[in-house]
Nanobody, 119 residues
Framework: QVQLAEFGGGLVQAGGSLRLSCVASGRIFSITTMGWYRQAPGKQRELVATITRADNTNYADSLKGRFTISRDTGKNTVYLQMNSLVPEDTAVYYC?????????????WGQGTQVTVSS
């Protein structure tokens, strides 16, 4: 089983930046797609961005240009650089990863890290 640990959340003023990190550990075979999702109070969890092992990225349309996802495959780590933050970005941000090994694919979630953007 893979454990995901997120770092870097916190309180920031509107217009500021934050960088989130997520490190995978445990029984890792091959981490393929990694990604970030977020859930605001009273709302469903939504996609922020994903990145494949080949560094192909996918973003929520509304976040293109402000958020950048990247990864260090050798360190099983994914990052999310968030710029020009607005109060609507306030949410719990969750890391997600696919671990592919003998017999199949296992998907894991992190515990989440709170990001709060003040106006």
């Amino acid at each position: 089983q893979v454990q995901l640990a997120e770092f870097g959340g916190g309180l920031v003023q509107a217009g500021g930046s934050l960088r989130l990190s997520c490190v995978a550990s445990g029984r890792i075979f091959s981490i393929t797609t990694m990604g970030w999702y977020r859930q605001a109070p009273g709302k469903q969890r939504e996609l922020v961005a994903t990145i494949t092992r080949a560094d192909n990225t996918n973003y929520a349309d509304s976040l293109k240009g402000r958020f950048t996802i990247s990864r260090d495959t050798g360190k099983n780590t994914v990052y999310l650089q968030m710029n020009s933050l607005v109060p609507e970005d306030t949410a719990v941000y969750y890391c997600n990863a696919d671990n592919v090994g003998p017999g199949g694919l296992w998907n894991s979630w992190g515990q989440g890290t709170q990001v709060t953007v003040s106006s």
